[in-house]
């Protein structure tokens, strides 16, 4: 079978409160139940069955033990969907001959011939557990409190799952959206089995760039809109916490470009969606991610490389010191935007409108039909129209404004998105890449641009944040980095012509024949 689940992680007082809640008791039709769970999760030394993505459990309920294995999963807008076969054994042992897919079996056994499996993780739980009839669903929640154990230590266990047992997906958030409303809650994407992993390999999560839109040519704008949300909510939340944690500044870059991608996604489609307040609070999202990221880049690309080469003056130092001081604040910020109820609750908004197709919830109209409408015909109509305009802004690139560029520089980036998200519609896939490797090498002129004058001004804003503390020193290195992102601007202007030229005469891939 397969099991679709979503877990949350819960707040230290929360879950009492969640289990007295109103919410259980209105949809609550089968009897609760409590009880005390040890599970152990085998694997080999080296964690070998985790890295081919499966997870092999034996849990003891009273006094009977039952078989678990997790494999295979697909991807989804933030809940997990994975296959699960399930059994009783006699003991806490694994019994492979017990697994009824042979494949899978075949699988285990491979990995287990070079290694013995032996228990890696142990998790001990009082599990709260009830079944509920919610939006025509049958959702089965189970309250989990206690600790997971590894030879490297061991860490709290305080969870949510909701499954779904019959029905329909987008109830799962939906039933989650309440149940916020009552407690602190934040989505997980981490089982147990990856969570137990971390701790033994002691590595922290890495950042994770969007994956490629895989479409078929016959897909609808229904079916681009669908996988488009996958995509994009999956990079939002798979960089959620390294972004959280900031020791990887690329967490944070890759969690707003999960961000924008969305907002253009949806600015992309606006003809055929109606107004939403999710695109207000992407807004919202993407400011709080944007600060962070402004700074991340002036610390780590401009002020840093400046530093270490002249490692020497005593002003860059205390320069770079101030705009470290000035980026870990920022980092705090971000915290508190991402612990604020509100990035939760966007987070389930987005998986319950994503998973439902919530865009289909509109009255019928020749804007809506067009949803089912091939993608091929309308992404033509609407690659043409942003190709348009960034010519336009483009025209006699090198004597544009600073604002007429930056304004140039968000058209280019919307048309680079636009062509990952639909340039496998068409059968001119070597003319896609050859368009969007130039798109690239112009919106990366025209992002270091944009980089300098942003450097520029938090400069300025960090000198008069310090007002009559600066020194002479500090003043004479500010004047040093302000002379030398000037001078860096104008090599990258030289180039920027010829980029643009480069990206005019390439021809439009998405003529449809």
Not at 15 to 31: A, K, N
Not at 159 to 182: D, H, I, R, S
Request: proline share 4%; charged share 35%; with cysteine.
């Amino acid at each position: 079978m397969r099991k679709i689940g979503l877990e949350l992680e819960v707040g230290s007082e929360a879950i009492d409160i969640l289990w007295q809640s109103p919410v259980l008791r209105r949809y609550g039709g089968d009897r609760a139940t409590t009880r005390q769970l040890r599970s152990l999760y085998f694997d080999t030394a080296d964690l070998a069955l985790a890295e081919a993505g499966i997870a092999l459990r034996v849990r003891q309920a009273g006094r009977g033990f039952v078989q678990t294995v997790h494999c295979d999963p697909v991807a989804t807008a933030g809940h997990l969907e994975r296959k699960e076969i399930e059994g009783p054994v006699p003991s806490e042992e694994p019994d492979l001959e017990r697994l009824g897919d042979p494949s899978l079996r075949s699988r285990i056994e491979r990995i287990r011939e070079a290694q013995a499996l032996v228990p890696v993780i142990e998790t001990e739980v009082r599990r709260l557990q009830r079944k509920l009839r919610f939006g025509g669903s049958r959702i089965e929640v189970a309250l989990d409190e206690g600790r997971l154990r590894t030879r490297a230590g061991e860490i709290p266990i305080r969870e949510l799952e909701l499954e779904l047992l019959e029905g329909k997906p987008e109830t799962l958030y939906e039933l989650a959206l309440e149940l916020q409303q009552v407690a602190e809650l934040r989505i997980s994407l981490k089982s147990r089995n990856a969570r137990g992993r971390a701790l033994i390999t002691g590595g922290s999560e890495s950042p994770r760039k969007a994956k490629p839109v895989r479409l078929e040519a016959q897909a609808s704008v229904d079916d681009v809109l669908a996988e488009l949300g996958v995509g994009c909510l999956g990079q939002i939340l798979a960089n959620w916490e390294v972004a959280y944690q900031g020791h990887d500044p690329e967490g944070v870059h890759q969690m707003r470009v999960g961000v924008r991608r969305l907002r253009s996604a949806l600015s992309l489609f606006s003809d055929v969606l109606r107004e939403d307040a999710l695109r207000s609070e992407l807004r919202w999202l993407g400011g709080e991610l944007g600060e962070t990221r402004d700074w991340d880049v002036f610390a780590e690309e401009m002020i840093e490389p400046l530093q270490r080469r002249f490692s020497s003056d005593p002003g860059l130092k205390r320069l770079r010191d101030e705009v470290r001081a000035r980026q870990a604040e920022t980092h705090t910020t971000l915290r508190r935007a991402l612990d604020d109820p509100r990035a939760t609750r966007l987070a389930l908004q987005l998986g319950a409108w994503i998973t439902g197709r919530g865009w289909r919830d509109q009255p019928l109209s020749a804007r809506s039909a067009r949803l089912f409408a091939p993608a091929r015909e309308i992404g033509a109509e609407l690659l043409q129209r942003r190709a348009r305009k960034a010519r336009r802004l483009g025209r006699d690139i090198a004597h544009r404004t600073l604002g007429e560029r930056h304004a140039l520089r968000i058209q280019v980036k919307k048309l680079r998105y636009a062509t990952e998200f639909l340039g496998g519609l068409y059968s001119n896939k070597g003319g896609a890449r050859r368009y969007l490797r130039r798109l690239n090498r112009l919106q990366g002129s025209l992002g270091e641009l944009n980089d300098s004058a942003t450097a520029q001004r938090l400069l300025g804003e960090l000198l008069q944040r310090l007002g009559p503390e600066v020194d002479g020193d500090l003043h004479r290195a500010a004047g040093f980095v302000e002379g030398w992102i000037a001078r860096s601007a104008r090599d990258r202007e030289r180039d920027l012509p010829k980029r643009w030229k480069a990206f005019a005469r390439r021809e439009a891939f998405w003529t449809v024949r």
